[in-house]
């Protein structure tokens, strides 16, 4: 009877180790910033990075695209020039 507990403590924590580390490598994909937008072109956004932000160290001023297969926003004009934002991507491995 002990011994049945062990096994099914020990398969209990393997499994929610398993599901932290894939968790935590899901995350690591997961790239967001902050952002004021400075142009809305309609399939594109021109934002420049707010101060502290990771992205403003490769550039001052990025250009955010929609793709129209995957476009999940199919009005962009919401996004207005002078206006906070925030974007979330998923990098490939």
């Given at each position: 009877m002990?011994?049945?507990?062990?096994i099914?403590?020990s398969?209990?924590?393997?499994?929610?180790?398993?599901?932290?580390?894939?968790?935590?490598?899901?995350?690591?994909?997961?790239?967001?910033?902050?952002a004021?937008?400075?142009e809305?072109?309609?399939?594109?956004?021109?934002?420049?990075?707010?101060?502290?932000?990771?992205e403003?160290?490769?550039?001052?001023?990025i250009?955010?695209?929609v793709?129209?297969?995957?476009?999940?926003?199919?009005?962009l004009?919401?996004?207005?020039?002078?206006?906070?934002?925030?974007?979330?991507?998923?990098?490939?491995?």
């Amino acid at each position: 009877m002990n011994r049945k507990i062990t096994i099914i403590i020990s398969i209990a924590l393997v499994a929610f180790v398993g599901i932290l580390v894939l968790t935590m490598m899901k995350d690591a994909n997961q790239v967001s910033f902050s952002a004021t937008v400075l142009e809305n072109n309609q399939t594109s956004i021109l934002v420049e990075p707010f101060e502290g932000e990771d992205e403003l160290r490769s550039s001052d001023k990025i250009v955010v695209r929609v793709p129209g297969a995957s476009n999940q926003l199919e009005d962009l004009s919401e996004f207005r020039p002078g206006e906070p934002a925030r974007f979330f991507m998923t990098l490939a491995n």
